[in-house]
């Protein structure tokens, strides 16, 4: 073989030996970025990120506009607490009635001892 031949096979080895190391580099990179962990922990980060700039944006609506923002939440909490407060409502309800039962019972009962009298 000729001595250029062979300076063109140590160059063409030693470029194919850096791309390999390039790629064995990238390899490594992309294992340590697509490990469970760290992808939790990016979720994680961009959730508080968006969290805290979507509480910003809220207090900022409210700040401006805080009929509407008291209306809002004033539905939520309806919403939340919608069967306790059903319960009471109906509660209220039915304590009104035995009531009434028990104002009409109460005459009755007073007519017709009255009556006896």
């Given at each position: 073989?000729s001595?250029?031949?062979?300076?063109?096979?140590?160059?063409?080895?030693?470029?194919?030996?850096?791309?390999?190391?390039?790629?064995m580099?990238?390899?490594?990179e992309?294992?340590?970025?697509?490990?469970?962990?760290?992808?939790?922990?990016?979720?994680?980060?961009?959730?508080?990120?968006?969290?805290?700039?979507?509480?910003?944006?809220?207090?900022?609506?409210?700040?401006?506009?805080p009929?509407?923002?008291?209306?809002?939440?004033?539905?939520?909490?309806?919403?939340?607490?919608?069967?306790?407060?059903?319960?009471?409502?109906?509660?209220l309800?039915?304590?009104?009635?035995?009531?009434?039962?028990?104002?009409?019972?109460?005459?009755?009962?007073?007519?017709?001892?009255?009556?006896?009298?």
């Amino acid at each position: 073989m000729s001595e250029a031949i062979q300076v063109r096979e140590a160059r063409a080895r030693g470029e194919a030996d850096a791309a390999k190391a390039r790629l064995m580099g990238d390899v490594d990179e992309l294992k340590a970025r697509l490990a469970p962990g760290k992808l939790a922990s990016d979720a994680v980060q961009t959730a508080k990120d968006k969290s805290i700039v979507a509480a910003d944006g809220a207090v900022t609506a409210a700040k401006q506009k805080p009929g509407i923002a008291a209306g809002i939440g004033a539905g939520v909490l309806v919403l939340l607490a919608r069967k306790p407060l059903f319960r009471a409502v109906a509660g209220l309800f039915r304590g009104k009635r035995s009531r009434d039962d028990l104002e009409q019972t109460g005459r009755r009962r007073a007519a017709s001892s009255e009556r006896y009298d």
